[in-house]
């Protein structure tokens, strides 16, 4: 998973750097909101919540 974390990290950091370079491209904004959500979801699955079993 850590791979995954660190693949997902640098294209959020590619994609705000696209944004920052071309700050009214709209297509670039919604490419980097979904890096974000990808990251967001990535992280979400590594946590120690997610990886517990069913509470009794």
Same mark, same amino acid.
């Given at each position: 998973?850590?791979? +995954?974390? /660190?693949? =997902?990290?640098?294209?959020?950091?590619?994609? #705000?750097?696209?944004?920052? @370079? %071309?700050?009214?491209?709209? +297509?670039? /904004?919604? =490419?980097?909101?979904?890096?974000?959500?990808? #990251?967001?979801?990535?992280? @979400? %699955?590594?946590?120690p919540l997610s990886?517990?079993?069913?509470?009794?």
């Amino acid at each position: 998973m850590p791979d +995954e974390i /660190a693949a =997902a990290g640098q294209q959020v950091v590619d994609m #705000l750097g696209a944004c920052a @370079a %071309a700050p009214d491209d709209l +297509e670039t /904004a919604r =490419a980097a909101d979904e890096a974000l959500l990808r #990251l967001e979801h990535v992280l @979400a %699955a590594d946590s120690p919540l997610s990886r517990k079993g069913p509470s009794s």
